[in-house]
């Protein structure tokens, strides 16, 4: 009998893996002078004696034995685990520790985290497998190492799948503008007077959340085309606005570029609205300009009118605008030469 009488070489320590922590409960188990072992005399083609779990493990991996004695051995080793607990369900570990090593290795060969999780998976997998797998079926070795297998191969799927962090250090960076949820961006344009509180409801209404062109018009008393030209005319403004915002140099202090950062945080599209709305109540001369710039909006609308405002910039108006004031005489009508202006 080739009994193991040595003791066994140093476990495991720091750095070791799960499959090392194996490796060293199962030599504690063929260690000494009564090691854990079979009777032989239960198999045909085994030694008729008590076999210790290292010998019988060299005779299951010989070539010469056959598939039907290493099945039974199997079978018998299996519901040993399942009947006299942990023993036995470190020597099944034993037995099969080459074929998980292997399996382990072809894992994370090129595998660039720990491996030790990946190794955990491999065993938990197949201990999790003895008390499952059909012993009435052949190729009982074979099932309980594809069982190993497919753990390790889901333990490394999910690493690789895990989200990687990013950025230098473990602190919160300002991303580059322009930048936030939509709506954030809309309410910080309607804050600064890029755009109005109704210009910004429609492209979020329409760009946003799919609502049709044709439906926002009716809803505003306005046709399709109407709707579409200031929807138009606040996109250009909207994009304008973003590409200013939008930094130039990228050691540009954000502070210095985000000059309204607790309003884009805090407010809404309405509140940002109802902000607009009481600064320009506030201001005589603001709200004159407000009112002007809306009458000239409404004549906008037409389909039919000359394009005028950023689009006409540099062409000359149909109509020149009257300057003098009404308590003067007027000018003599020559023509004098036009200064082109945008609206």
């Known amino acids: 009998m080739a009994a193991n009488h040595a003791f066994p070489r140093p476990a495991f320590g720091r750095n070791s893996s799960p499959l090392d922590a194996a490796r060293a409960a199962y030599e504690w188990l063929i260690t000494g002078p009564h090691p854990i072992s079979v009777d032989g005399r239960l198999f045909p083609g085994l030694p008729a004696r008590r076999v210790p779990l290292d010998e019988l493990r060299t005779l299951l991996l010989d070539g010469n034995c056959t598939q039907a004695l290493r099945h039974a051995v199997w079978a018998h080793l299996v519901l040993l685990s399942r009947t006299d607990g942990e023993t036995w369900t470190v020597g099944c570990v034993g037995l099969a520790l080459p074929a998980l090593r292997k399996i382990a290795n072809k894992l994370t060969t090129k595998f660039v985290g720990d491996p030790s999780d990946i190794h955990a998976a491999v065993l938990t997998g197949f201990v999790a497998e003895l008390a499952h797998i059909d012993l009435r079926k052949p190729r009982i070795v074979l099932r309980l190492r594809w069982a190993a297998y497919r753990a390790g191969h889901t333990a490394v799927r999910e690493a690789l799948d895990a989200p990687i962090p990013s950025g230098s250090g473990f602190r919160s960076v300002t991303p580059q503008m322009p930048w936030g949820h939509p709506d954030f961006v809309l309410a910080r344009a309607v804050a600064e007077g890029a755009i109005t509180a109704d210009e910004a409801e429609l492209i979020g209404a329409t760009r946003l959340e799919g609502l049709p062109l044709a439906t926002?018009?009716?809803?505003?008393?306005?046709?399709?085309?109407?709707?579409?030209?200031?929807?138009?005319?606040?996109?250009?403004?909207?994009?304008?606005?973003?590409?200013?915002?939008?930094?130039?140099?990228?050691?540009?202090?954000?502070?210095?570029?985000?000059?309204?950062?607790?309003?884009?945080?805090?407010?809404?599209?309405?509140?940002a609205a109802h902000a607009i709305t009481a600064a320009r109540a506030s201001s005589p001369s603001v709200t004159e300009l407000s009112a002007h710039t809306a009458k000239k909006v409404r004549r906008r609308l037409s389909p039919k009118g000359r394009k005028t405002g950023v689009q006409g910039c540099g062409r000359k108006p149909t109509t020149p605008a009257t300057t003098t004031p009404p308590d003067r005489p007027a000018a003599p009508s020559d023509p004098t030469p036009e200064v082109p202006r945008c609206a």
Do not use: F, H, M
């Open 216 to 271: 926002a018009g009716e809803d505003r008393g306005l046709n399709y085309e109407a709707v579409k030209k200031i929807r138009l005319r606040a996109e250009y403004r909207l994009l304008a606005y973003l590409r200013d915002e939008a930094p130039t140099d990228v050691d540009t202090d954000p502070g210095e570029r985000d000059l309204t950062d607790q309003v884009a945080n805090a407010l809404t599209i309405t509140s």
